[in-house]
């Protein structure tokens, strides 16, 4: 056991974030350079700086400081889907910044980590203040900008979420081919198709109904009273027929709706699902009860399927059934309950610690909202798929966030543009966050090979800032135009003062020595 006191402690859990900010360095900006990384035996190229932190792996005591960085920014990217170099580079720069100061005798470190802290909401407010709507050429170029220009990226994400709306969600998944393929979806998508093959058209084909009424019933269905009361209930609706969502239907109530469809009694389709591996068998049926505002029957709710009764019954616009798919197209009346739905759905996808039930939350909460959309993205090989698919999820959450919360000046300009505020220079905590505030723009000049005393950059226009791109001064506001997210700068700016803060004020560390 290592037993680190003052500087030493410091300077310690410094060095790991210092270290991690130089290598992820290497990949920011648009001329950013691509690092392997050896992950299982295999090769990973990437210049995501995401992925980078995640892999790269520190020795000794510096692991500290590395996981306690890659632990804010892991939250950063998982809050905005952006923003990790970024706010690896300014913790890095606040503790370098800090340590700068250091003095046996004036070493305060609870003021410096309190005046850092009191003026965040100002630098905050600046940034709000300058910030921008997008357009949609500009979320093209946010898009463009997040995926290190390539267009392609660009233009099939911007395209997604446009496609998506407001409420939608846009998912990535592997692809077989070598390019970027999009699958939109409208209405709630469901993974199961028929209970049984007379109900389809005969030879396979989906089965369309317009207007259906629907039960949804959370009971496993067999004799013919289990389907007797729901039958009559539903014909009195004549031409509507009846759609039955339920966990298992068999022996006589199968019978039964096969008869009565046959004949065109009721013309009747049951859909079924039950799978203890997938989302519980509520849960599904639920979702269907949002979107056709029906009642979900069950004895764990306290009803009796075999006394149904009419209002239970909902309805939906269009319910197209398959083999192993269904589709539900639901009235504009039932917003509301939707509405619910989806909002209970998105809280569970944030308070959820499993990144599947995570992704599927949020899939589902999009379906039922009337916006799912896939990017499958592939490539000639595994790893150019991977960085391919890095670049579609970076340019996906810049652009989300972007529609979220507005635009501010890009390059490093918005956050170098507050760090000219006078009032940063009254005390050292306010010089040490000015500093770091420098960093990005720093970085990216340095990889440009310009240097970035020599920037002359005007002190009233935020807008008018150096251009890695063109290597010279602009105005941002002119295509090409040169943007970020103003989320994604908060959420960075405020997990780099935490984490910086945290180590700052960090007098003793005590620790294991791995070599």
């Known amino acids: 056991m290592k037993v680190l006191e003052g500087k030493r402690a410091l300077v310690t859990l410094t060095r790991g974030m210092t270290e991690l900010s130089r290598l992820v360095a290497t990949t920011y900006g648009p001329n950013g350079s691509k690092v392997a990384v050896s992950k299982n035996g295999r090769v ?6 995401s992925a980078l932190a995640h892999e790269v792996r520190f020795r000794d005591l510096h692991r500290l400081g590395a996981s306690l960085v890659r632990g804010a920014s892991t939250k950063v990217d998982r809050a905005s889907g952006d923003g990790t170099s970024t706010t690896i580079l300014l913790t890095g720069a606040l503790l370098e910044a800090a340590l700068d100061h250091y003095s046996p005798r004036t070493w305060n470190p609870v003021a410096i980590a309190r005046d850092i802290q009191s003026y965040l909401p100002a630098v905050e407010g600046l940034l709000t203040d300058m910030s921008c709507s997008p357009d949609e050429s500009l979320l093209e170029r946010v898009a463009e900008m997040a995926s290190h220009g390539d267009k392609v990226v660009s233009e099939h994400v911007v395209n997604a979420v446009i496609r998506v709306g407001e409420n939608g969600t846009v998912l990535i998944r592997a692809g077989d081919g070598v390019g970027i393929e999009m699958d939109h979806r409208e209405g709630l998508v469901l993974d199961v198709g028929w209970a049984a093959h007379a ?3 005969g030879d396979g084909t989906p089965r369309e109904m317009e207007g259906p009424m629907v039960a949804v019933v959370n009971h496993p269905l067999s004799s013919f009273e289990d389907v007797r009361a729901i039958m009559e209930e539903a014909s009195q609706w004549p031409g509507r027929g009846l759609v039955l969502f339920c966990p298992k239907l068999t022996g006589d109530a199968l019978t039964t709706l096969i008869l009565n469809d046959a004949k065109g009694v009721l013309p009747c389709i049951a859909v079924t699902y039950y799978s203890p591996s997938q989302y519980d068998t509520l849960d599904w049926l639920d979702d269907v009860a949002a979107v056709t505002n029906a009642h979900t029957v069950g004895a764990v709710r306290g009803d009796n399927h075999q006394e149904f009764k009419s ?11 398959g083999r192993d798919k269904t589709e539900i197209h639901a009235y504009p009346d039932a917003g509301e309950r939707v509405s619910a739905r989806v909002a209970e759905l998105h809280h569970r996808a944030v308070v959820t610690t499993s990144d599947y039930d995570h992704d599927r939350y949020r899939e589902r909460g999009a379906a039922m909202a009337g916006g799912l959309c896939t990017l499958k993205v592939g490539g000639y090989t595994t790893s150019e798929a991977q960085d391919r698919r890095s670049r579609v999820e970076d340019a996906l959450h810049a652009v989300q ?17 507050v760090s000219t505020m006078p009032e940063l220079q009254e005390t050292i905590g306010g010089r040490v966050l000015a500093r770091a505030l420098e960093e990005p723009l720093r970085v990216l000049s340095a990889r440009s090979n310009t240097s970035f005393p020599t920037l002359d ?7 008018v800032g150096w251009c890695p791109v063109r290597q010279r001064v602009a105005d941002f506001r002119e295509p090409p135009a040169v943007v970020d997210p103003l989320g994604v700068v908060l959420a960075s700016l405020r997990a780099a003062v935490s984490v910086a803060v945290t180590t700052i004020t960090t007098e003793v560390v005590l620790a294991k020595s791995k070599t």
Do not use: N, Q, Y
Request: hydrophobic content about 40%; glycine content about 14%.
């Open 44 to 49: 990973l190229v990437t210049t995501d700086g």
């Open 199 to 201: 109900m389809g058209k």
């Open 311 to 321: 209002e239970w019954l909902g309805s939906a616009r269009r319910i197209t059934v």
């Open 401 to 417: 966030e972007a529609l979220r919360t507005g635009l501010v000046p890009g390059a490093g300009r918005a956050l170098h543009f």
């Open 457 to 463: 950059l005007p002190s009233d226009d935020p807008w």
